[in-house]
């Protein structure tokens, strides 16, 4: 699948002599990120630097099935929802995260909690509402279920260290951090997903 850029339409009731204009490279859209859907392997999406998501499918590469507008920056993470296999997130770099319905191009929720760009998201393995995102500074712990303003549980990276990955271990309730530094921290999470609980401690295990 060759991604190519997408003429807003604006650009289309431009005249022939700019399009004449373009370079051949400029055409291509650079691919960011992708993720196969959970249940159908057939379908994926991928990310783009032009800040748009397309909806693929792995029996055409000619076109795309649907393309998503929301951001404004390139997309660095995108994430299907593992139990509501509809549902799906995406980051940017333009500081935001935004939940989308694959039916609907338009986004369902667009989540930005402080001005830096958010490199990784990833969804609990045990909630369908929970998700943690890693921007430069700081991890966050989101619960759509009890706010979509504010995330849950803040951490901060130390000084002079940049967050830029984010995995939940399958096994166990921990929660593993990559970081600018080349080391992987990894948290204990407490009461994650317990009900009424407004307070998920991460716990420094190693590194």
Known sequence: MKIK?????????????????????SRQAPG???????????????GTEEGLIHKCSCSYNEQFIET????????????????????????????SIILWHQQSQKPIL????????????????????????VNESRVEIWD????????????????????TTVLF???????????SKGQVSVFELQNLGASHSNKVPLVKKTS
């Open 144 to 163: 759509l279920s009890i706010s979509t303003l504010d995330p849950l549980v803040i951490r901060f990276a130390a000084p002079k260290v940049k967050f």
């Open 32 to 46: 960011m990120c992708f993720d196969f859907h959970p249940k159908d392997t057939n379908f994926y999406l991928a």
């Open 68 to 95: 998503y507008r929301g951001h404004k920056g390139p997309v660095y993470k995108i994430a299907w929802n593992p139990f509501s296999t509809d549902m799906f997130l995406s980051c940017s770099a333009d500081w």
């Open 169 to 179: 271990a399958k096994n166990t309730d921990c929660l593993l951090l990559g970081d």
């Open 110 to 133: 667009t989540l930005s909690s402080t001005t830096a760009v958010v490199h990784d998201i990833v969804w609990s393995p045990k909630s369908v509402f929970i998700f943690v995102a």
């Open 5 to 25: 850029r997408t003429v807003s339409e604006k650009k289309k009731t431009t005249g022939e002599k700019e399009k004449k204009s373009e370079a051949l490279i």
